[in-house]
């Protein structure tokens, strides 16, 4: 009865869209946020609807799309690959979608869609003692960056801005403490493949029965 909802009503962006049968080299990911926001968008976890989390204060804004991949969860599987990495104990995970962000040539107005991408690297993100992982990926069939198939392939000044933006977005100048994000390292396909299937696992474990693996698993109806 899940996967027939998707025919009558509105998916849940985070639950009720499949991540995509050719997952993680190819994955569906759902956008928040466009560069030129100059409002920080986010999905609401319950609802489902896309809601103003907070205007963007001051001057930052992504680089790139930037959303979250359907039925992923950064829980303790996520949280331990971080420890390990890190050397740490002590990171636990934040209890949200994997975030990901989408480069392409091509300018999207709004948020609130779905755009099928390759992953191609990220970055180890740590805010506040979580794991909070930013999966890089390049637009699926974008002509200027098809070939870009490894993060080591794409131009230095677009990863500087997108640790820029990460490291500086929440941050107050009337507040005295600033640390409390850090992205230790820049990591290639390989590696975000895993973090991907890590979530997969978490998001399993924490929503068993929900998981909705591709559109082939709904009934076939015809529409004219």
């Not at 926001?37 to 609807?49: F, N, P, Q, S």
């Not at 869609?113 to 191609?120: A, T």
């Not at 993100?125 to 909070?132: F, N, P, S, T």
């Not at 990460?166 to 975000?192: H, M, S, W």
Request: aromatic letters at 10%.
């Amino acid at each position: 009865m899940w996967n027939q909802t998707g025919l009558i009503f509105k998916s849940h962006p985070w639950h009720g869209v499949p991540i995509g049968e050719q997952s993680p080299k190819i994955v569906t990911s759902y956008i928040e946020l466009v560069p030129g926001d100059t409002v920080k968008y986010e999905l609401d976890k319950y609802t489902g609807y896309l809601k103003i989390d907070r205007p963007q204060i001051y001057s930052s804004v992504c680089p790139t799309l930037y959303g979250m991949l359907p039925q992923t969860y950064a829980g303790k599987r996520v949280a331990e690959y971080c420890n390990s990495k890190t050397g740490r104990t002590d990171i636990v995970g934040d209890g949200d979608p994997l975030d990901i962000c989408v480069i392409t040539e091509r300018i999207v107005p709004y948020g609130d869609i779905l755009v099928n991408c390759r992953p191609i690297g990220g970055m180890r993100m740590i805010d506040h003692g979580e794991a909070d992982d930013k999966i890089i990926a390049v637009m699926n069939d974008d002509l200027v960056y098809d070939e870009r198939n490894d993060i080591s392939k794409i131009p230095e000044s677009i990863i500087r801005r997108l640790k820029h933006y990460f490291l500086t977005y929440k941050q107050n100048p009337d507040e005295k403490d600033q640390n409390t994000v850090e992205i230790t390292d820049i990591y290639g396909r390989e590696e975000a493949y895993e973090i991907i299937r890590l979530g997969r696992e978490d998001y399993n474990e924490k929503y068993p029965g929900l998981s909705v693996t591709s559109a082939s698993t709904r009934p076939d109806v015809e529409f004219d």
